[in-house]
Structures are given as structure tokens and as C-alpha cells.
């Protein structure tokens, strides 16, 4: 069936250090793939996404491309915030179907 | 910009007692959706609803569970005897035509003591 594999976390960083977080999806066809935020006691917001094969999403310096050959959709970020501190979550979905979610990354920037 | 309304933002109660979460899709959407996500684990598909019928449900979403959108605008979710293992977060979401147009409303925190 359709999954998506997340890195473990907490990720931990320093302000200014570079994001990775890794995610990988197995699924028939050509979903969409997306990344969700969840900040501190909130809910979950679109951060990105992208709709077919060699596509990159991109929001707020994030970026993630979507990449068919390693059913793969990894998040980066070139220079972190404290302020991003949050669980990220990697998704996958077809057109009118419901969202398969990772298991959630926990990111926390320190100053 | 629209957003999916969820109320209450918290809820606490007894085990064994009904609970409804209400949720205000996006005026112009079609399809709805409850998630939940038990603290710390991942988020969890519940249910899809278009066409004021149920289009998908989970194992999860037993007998005990069941949705409604009664009045064209409001779409809930209402849990007939709540288990202490009901307790989480549970989000509504809705969305248009296309596979980018998921909106997620802020949550409904549930705590069945």
C-alpha cells in the first residue's frame, strides 16, 4: 500500500545551520506530495508541495523537489530559524483521496 | 484567506459520554475530512465525506463514530461513547477540486477522562 517514511527525530540545529529532513514515499501512480507544519499547539499548515516529477515546492526558504527516480521529497532549508522550531510532517495524496501522512519530524533551533 | 473553523478548541469528557466536534469548512469546498493524531504519533485519516455521503473510512472509524453535515455548512464529527483511547487531536479539513487545495482547521483537542 501507500506510505510515507520520515527521518526520526528531534532534529536538533543552531540558528543559521542548514535543514535537511528526509522523506520517502511508496505509492502506485503519480500522487502529490506535500509538507505540512505544526507549530507549538497549533494545527497543521500547507508548507509545500508538488504535484508531478522533478517539481520543487517552495515556502518561506524552504524547499523540497519532488523526485520520481528516488521516490523521494527531502526538506531544506539553507539557513534555519529559531522561529521554525516545529513538527514537520511529509504527505502524500491523489486527486480526491485522503492524505497519507509521515510519522512527523520534530525540528528544534536553538540561538 | 478562508479558513476551516474548528470548535471547541478543547473538550474534556467522561468516558462512555457523546461527544460532537464541529467544524466550518471553506464555503466552496466539496470534500470534507476528519484526521486525528494522538499525542506524539502521526496523523491519521478518519473519514472523507462528498456528496453528503461518506466516501472513504478508515478501520478506525467504527460504529462508535459517525459525520454529518446537517445544515450545508457545518460538517461534524460526533462520537457516540467515548474510550479513554479516543483522546487526541482531531482535525477537520477541507478542500475544492484538484489535489492541492487541502485546508486544515487549528484542531479540536479531546480528552476523554
Known amino acids: 500500500g501507500n506510505s510515507v517514511t520520515q527521518m526520526e527525530g528531534p532534529v536538533t540545529l543552531s540558528e543559521e545551520a542548514f535543514l535537511t529532513i528526509n522523506c520517502t514515499y511508496t505509492?502506485?501512480?503519480?500522487?502529490?506530495l506535500f509538507w505540512y507544519v505544526q507549530y507549538p499547539g497549533e494545527g497543521l499548515q500547507l508548507l509545500l508541495k508538488a504535484t508531478k516529477a522533478d517539481d520543487k515546492g517552495s515556502n518561506k526558504g524552504f524547499e523540497a523537489t519532488y523526485r520520481k527516480e528516488t521516490t523521494s521529497f527531502h526538506l531544506e532549508k539553507g539557513s534555519v530559524q529559531v522561529s521554525d522550531s516545529a513538527v514537520y510532517f511529509c504527505?502524500?495524496?491523489?486527486?480526491?483521496?485522503?492524505?497519507?501522512f509521515g510519522t512527523g519530524t520534530r525540528l528544534q533551533v536553538f540561538p | 484567506e478562508p479558513e476551516v473553523t474548528q470548535t471547541p478548541s478543547h473538550q474534556v469528557t467522561q468516558m462512555g459520554q457523546e461527544v460532537i466536534l464541529r467544524c466550518v469548512p471553506i464555503s466552496n469546498h466539496l470534500y470534507f475530512y476528519w484526521y486525528r493524531q494522538i499525542l506524539g504519533q502521526k496523523v491519521e485519516f478518519l473519514v472523507s465525506f462528498y456528496n453528503n455521503e461518506i466516501s472513504e473510512k478508515s478501520e478506525i472509524f467504527d460504529d462508535q463514530f459517525s459525520v454529518e453535515r446537517p445544515d450545508g455548512s457545518n460538517f461534524t464529527l460526533k462520537i457516540r461513547s467515548t474510550k479513554l483511547e479516543d483522546s487526541a487531536m482531531y482535525f477537520c479539513?477541507?478542500?475544492?477540486?484538484?489535489?492541492?487545495?487541502?485546508?486544515f482547521g487549528s484542531g479540536t483537542r479531546l480528552t476523554v477522562v
Open positions: 479539513a477541507s478542500r475544492g477540486q484538484g489535489n492541492y487545495g487541502y485546508t
Open positions: 505509492a502506485t501512480g503519480y500522487p502529490s
Open positions: 504527505a502524500l495524496g491523489y486527486n480526491t483521496d485522503k492524505l497519507i
